[in-house]
Nanobody
């Protein structure tokens, strides 16, 4: 089993909401930057959002700003991605990923190569 496990994907109508979860089994969230990425059929993987440790600073891709919210629950060792006002173009497999951050406030949605640990993904389909 992967060290990161995503859940919460599914089929939703445009305008609807989903909450994705990323549960860490072997790691604790301390010192980890967590990112959400997605890959649609025939497209390259793109960064969606990330959250750093300690100060919980976050970054969002322009395409999801104002609609998606990332959060973490250290007690549950879980990171969430709340997705509202979903659009058909949000359809993709969503992956969470993690890397050991060198200092607080570090995360990125532009450099997926920095992430050392990846989940297996959860499918999100936005369709009427």
């Amino acid at each position: 089993q992967s060290d990161l496990v995503e859940s919460g994907g599914g089929l939703v109508q445009p305008g609807g909401s989903l909450r994705l979860s990323c549960s860490l089994s072997r790691f604790v969230l301390d010192y980890l930057a967590i990112g959400w990425f997605r890959q649609a059929p025939g497209k390259e993987r793109e960064g969606v959002s990330c959250i750093s440790y300690q100060d919980d600073s976050s970054i969002y891709a322009d395409s999801v700003k104002g609609r998606f919210t990332i959060s973490r629950d250290n007690a549950k060792n879980t990171v969430f991605l709340q997705m509202n006002s979903l659009k058909p173009e949000d359809t993709a497999v969503y992956y969470c990923a993690a890397f050991l951050a060198p200092f607080p406030g570090t995360c990125t949605v532009d450099e997926d190569g920095r992430y050392d640990y990846w989940g297996q993904g959860t499918q999100v389909i936005v369709s009427s």
